[in-house]
Every structure is written in structure tokens, then in C-alpha cells.
């Protein structure tokens, strides 16, 4: 058993996500019980400079070093603000601030439209120009010092010298949490970015082929449809993953520009659910071609960003849509390509979907998902014992545990990566007579 601490703050940069975890696998299962969790906002000052920066705002290397260092002591602070009435943690896992991230170049063998082909689980030889890169900030060794644990942190880096995208890195820990002896479940986060881990049952001997979920196509009531993609070869089913798009990022811009910075989020989906969401333009958005692309693949505010936005609401007032009308077609957009990216990239469609992520308590975007997936169960995490609100905290946590005991933590079929990796960079504290 173990006491560890995950921190993450995610692309809706809301705060960061502290969560202090027992961590056992005595039974060669891996257990986790969640001891307490909490969200930190950052100072208000600060998430402006950090979404600033993500925005594409340039800054001074010196600059670039003063906001590491407030981002590392504001996740210092988190960590030791969550063992409070608790044992002191031995170890902590931090995801750190995503500011900038590019995936990898498509390489030989990965072409990107719909129905094409199969990606290649290890792609063709690696070029230093074809890697893709992604910046987290809060450097670890100075959460290490400030608290006193060993920290591990820049869980990305590794996986991207693989030849992956660094993301999404959760699917593996999803894996080993959430499958399900006899359903083949979706795990759908919705942060700031959304993204999907497959889980096929974990006694699924069956065969299956990319696009074949699209087969159950008439189960579905979503308006955009597509032609059935080519078939594949067979292939056994695995577990798989990917950035399925935008999650909340569109709408919390939204929200932030129609309230004039007096709202952060629309509340439960309310604001968009006394708006008419126009189809059109969602079936227009759906075209971007990151849509259309084979996974492994992801995606961040470099793409779904305020200049999206920009443009989506420019295309929203050439229909004369107002506010209310654009948030529901921009909630339309994210419940869409999450159903798109269900029937296109899945071997088959899941018996359950589980959210979670600060999208799983948007109700209007919950209930338009529910329908769009007609019979099949949307849930949370929560229904299934793992806490939604902090499950990627808990992920880091888990993610941290593997690194230090010599386990890696991605999975070559949800990141692209050509191996299996170990994840993190670890910074010891070294503590005299200790």
C-alpha cells in the first residue's frame, strides 16, 4: 500500500486537480481508494498569463522561467494542501500545465481521411522533424523540494520520442480500472479537450475491424452520417484511445466572451440549453479534417482555441444565431464528434459510455449525448466506484506509482508510440542523516 498524491490541471486551466490516493496491488490487481480530493484555482492573475500563453502570447525566456516557477509553487502548495488530517504521501505524480502542445507529424503509412486504411500500430522510422512535442509546466524538482516527496513529472516526453503524441495517457490506467469482465466499455473524458479510451471486455475473444461500428449506424439518431468507411482486415479487438476533439474549451470561451468575463462556464449546460443548436453548421464543423483523422491522433487549444472560436461564431452570425443559440450548436459540435469519432474509429460501439472530466456535469450536453447514443447507456465514472470530478488527478497518481515501480504507463495503441515506455522523470529529496 501506498499513499500518492496526482495534481493536474487541464486545457480548461480551471485550477489544478489534487487528489491523495491508497494505491495497492498486493493481489496483483491494482486497487485505488480515494482518501480526498480538491480543486486549487489558480490566482486570477496567473491563469491569465497561462492562457495567454497557451493562446499563442509571446514572452522572454525569463518570463517563460518566472511562470515555471509559479506554476511549480502553486502545485507545491496543492499537494501539501491535500494531506490535510492525513499521513504524509510518499510519492507525487505531476501532470504539470499543458502550454503548448504539437502532435507528430503523420508519417508514411498514416493517411488521415476516414475509411482509408488502418493506422499502423508502430509507425514507419522516426525523423527528428516527423516528433511531436508538448510543454507542461511546474517543474517537478522544485514541487520536490517544496514539499519534501518524490516527485515525478513531463510524463509526456517519453512516449513523444516513441514516435506518440503523448496523449492521451490515461487510457492504460483506465484499463487496469475500469474494464469490464463481460462490456465493452467507452471512457469519455470532457475537459478543456475530449478524448476516448475502448475497453473491449476483458473476456472479448472476438475479431474486429476498424469502421465496423458504423454497421450499427441505425442505431444511432445522429444527423451526421457518413458513407461506411472501406473495410479492414481483422484484427483482435484491444484497448484504444484518442482526442476526440473539442470537450469544454469552445464553450467556456464562449461563455467568458458573451458574459464579458463575469462567467468562467455555463453552469450545468443551462445557458445552452434555452438555445436551438443549428445542424447545419455542426455538420459543416465536422469536416475539419482533424475529424476525419485515423487515430492515434490529438489535438489542444493550438487548434480548438480562441481563432476557432473566432471563426465559429462569425459562421454562427451569418445564421443570426444568438448567444444562447451558439453555445447549444457548439455543445452540438462536441456530443457530435464524440458520436462521429464512435462510429468511424471503433471496432464496434461500447455497451456503456462512462463520462468524466468537468464535462460529465453539463447536463444539456449528458442528455444530448444520451440521445445521440439512442440505447446505449451514458453514465459517469462515479456509477462505476471511480470518482469522475478527479479521476485524471487520480490517473497521475497511478501513472507516478508505475513509474517508480518500473512498469510503463502508455499505450503504444491509444498514443501511437512505437513501444511501451516508461513514463516520467523522477526527482528524488535527498534528506541528510535520512
Not at 40 to 61: D, F, K, W
Not at 161 to 183: E, F, I, K, M, N
Not at 399 to 427: C, F, K, M, S
Request: charged share 15%.
Amino acid at each position: 500500500m501506498a499513499l500518492v498524491i496526482g495534481l493536474m490541471s487541464g486545457t480548461s486551466v480551471d485550477g489544478i486537480d489534487a487528489a491523495l490516493v491508497d494505491l495497492s496491488d498486493a493481489t496483483g490487481t491494482l486497487a485505488v481508494t480515494l482518501l480526498a480530493g480538491a480543486t486549487y484555482p489558480y490566482p486570477t492573475e496567473l491563469r491569465a498569463q497561462i492562457l495567454a500563453v497557451c493562446g499563442g502570447a509571446s514572452l522572454s525566456m525569463a518570463d517563460l522561467a518566472d511562470l515555471d516557477d509559479a506554476i511549480a509553487h502553486q502545485f507545491a502548495q496543492a499537494a501539501i494542501a491535500i494531506q490535510t488530517g492525513h499521513p504524509t504521501a510518499v510519492l507525487i505524480g505531476s501532470h504539470g500545465q499543458t502550454v503548448y502542445h504539437r502532435p507528430p507529424k503523420p508519417r508514411r503509412g498514416e493517411e488521415s481521411a476516414v475509411g482509408e486504411r488502418a493506422p499502423t500500430p508502430y509507425p514507419s522510422p522516426l525523423t527528428p522533424h516527423s516528433l511531436g512535442y508538448s510543454l507542461q509546466l511546474g517543474r517537478g524538482e522544485a514541487i520536490a523540494n517544496a514539499t519534501g516527496i518524490t516527485t515525478i513529472s513531463n510524463f509526456r516526453a517519453a512516449d513523444i520520442a516513441a514516435g506518440g503524441h503523448g496523449a492521451p495517457l490515461v487510457p492504460a490506467v483506465d484499463v487496469a480500472l475500469l474494464s469490464h469482465p463481460t462490456l465493452n466499455r467507452c471512457v469519455q473524458n470532457i475537459g478543456g479537450i475530449g478524448n476516448v479510451a475502448y475497453l473491449p471486455a476483458r473476456g472479448q475473444k472476438a475479431m474486429g475491424r476498424w469502421g465496423d461500428g458504423m454497421m450499427e449506424q441505425e442505431k444511432l439518431t445522429t444527423q451526421n452520417a457518413s458513407p461506411l468507411p472501406t473495410p479492414y482486415p481483422p484484427r483482435p479487438l484491444s484497448p484504444l484511445g484518442w482526442d476526440t476533439g473539442p470537450g469544454n474549451v469552445l464553450l467556456d470561451l464562449a461563455v467568458q466572451t458573451f458574459s464579458n468575463g463575469t462567467k468562467t462556464y455555463d453552469k450545468d449546460g443551462n445557458w445552452a440549453a434555452s438555445g436551438t443548436p443549428c445542424e447545419a453548421l455542426v455538420d459543416r464543423w465536422l469536416q475539419q479534417p482533424f475529424f476525419q483523422q485515423q487515430p492515434p491522433k490529438s489535438t489542444g487549444r493550438e487548434l480548438f482555441g480562441a481563432a476557432y472560436l473566432h471563426q465559429c461564431v462569425a459562421d454562427a452570425e451569418a445564421h443570426s444565431l444568438t448567444h444562447a443559440d451558439i453555445l447549444a450548436t457548439l455543445t452540438a459540435l462536441t456530443v457530435d464528434s464524440i458520436v462521429h469519432s464512435y462510429c468511424h474509429f471503433l471496432p464496434q460501439l461500447p455497451d456503456q459510455v462512462l463520462l468524466c472530466g468537468g464535462g460529465s456535469k453539463n447536463l444539456y450536453l449528458k442528455q444530448r449525448l444520451q440521445r445521440q447514443l439512442g440505447d446505449i447507456p451514458v453514465l459517469t465514472t462515479d456509477d462505476v466506484g471511480l470518482n469522475a470530478e478527479f479521476k485524471e488527478a487520480i490517473a497521475f497518481a497511478v501513472l507516478a506509482y508505475w513509474r517508480q515501480q518500473g512498469i510503463p504507463g502508455n499505450l503504444p495503441e491509444a498514443t501511437g508510440a512505437q513501444n511501451p515506455v516508461l513514463l516520467g522523470d523522477i526527482h528524488s529529496v535527498y534528506r541528510r542523516g535520512a
